[in-house]
T-cell receptor, first 116, second 115 residues
Framework: GAVVSQHPSWVICKSGTSVKIECRSLDFQATTMFWYRQFPKQSLMLMATSNEGSKATYEQGVEKDKFLINHASLTLSTLTVTSAHPEDSSFYIC????????????FGSGTRLTVV | KQEVTQIPAALSVPEGENLVLNCSFTDSAIYNLQWFRQDPGKGLTSLLLIQSSQREQTSGRLNASLDKSSGRSTLYIAASQPGDSATYLCAVRQSPAGSARQLTFGSGTQLTVLP
């Protein structure tokens, strides 16, 4: 089955620093990956759609200069939180769709970001 | 804009009980609907995927139904076990036309199965 690997699983960083989160599709090619954010006891909110070889599409209210997305290959997408602040502390999850029309979406294991 | 609602928000049942989780969506023009399980601090595990043309899907003790015209889906869990304790999320994907390929999630039902 389709597997998406996400790293790191958790990270603690100081305010003002940048953090990079990686999402890899291990056994399939993903031309599109999705980045979600989840606050405690809330559901997932789509942040942006990452397209291989082109610019990401951001949802309304998401700062593209703060949340940099790079999708340089068919198996890797990265989300960089720049100049992180405590309010950026959250759970970030990526997802991709497996090949074939009957495949649902596969999710990474998530990254818990804490900004201190 | 699609909105997905899950009821109840939380549910606590004794072990062995059969239970039903509900999901409703406002726009019936969906491509498919997917049920996920999320353990605390973890990512999402796909449980069942129902295409818009299907009425139900089954996997082990889980059965998911879809009534697209009424905008509803249910997840039935038979003979619940403490290991089933988790948050269950439903998500819909709109028809594939255009760029609407992302999922819209409900807020989830937090299930606790008591031993």
């Amino acid at each position: 089955g389709a597997v998406v690997s996400q790293h790191p699983s958790w990270v603690i960083c100081k305010s003002g620093t940048s953090v990079k989160i990686e999402c890899r599709s291990l056994d399939f090619q993903a031309t599109t990956m999705f980045w979600y954010r989840q606050f405690p006891k809330q559901s997932l909110m789509l942040m942006a759609t990452s397209n291989e070889g082109s610019k990401a599409t951001y949802e309304q209210g998401v700062e593209k200069d703060k949340f940099l997305i790079n999708h340089a290959s068919l198996t890797l997408s990265t989300l960089t939180v720049t100049s992180a602040h405590p309010e950026d502390s959250s759970f970030y999850i990526c997802s991709a769709r497996g090949q074939g029309t009957n495949y649902g979406y596969t999710f990474g294991s998530g990254t818990r970001l804490t900004v201190v | 804009k699609q909105e997905v609602t899950q009821i109840p928000a939380a549910l606590s049942v004794p072990e062995g009980e059969n239970l039903v989780l509900n999901c409703s969506f406002t726009d019936s023009a969906i491509y498919n609907l997917q049920w996920f399980r999320q353990d605390p601090g973890k990512g999402l595990t796909s449980l069942l995927l129902i295409q818009s043309s299907q009425r139900e899907q089954t996997s082990g003790r889980l059965n998911a139904s879809l009534d697209k015209s009424s905008g509803r889906s249910t997840l039935y869990i038979a003979a619940s076990q403490p290991g089933d304790s988790a948050t269950y999320l439903c998500a819909v994907r709109q028809s594939p036309a255009g760029s609407a390929r992302q999922l819209t999630f409900g807020s989830g039902t937090q299930l606790t199965v008591l031993p």
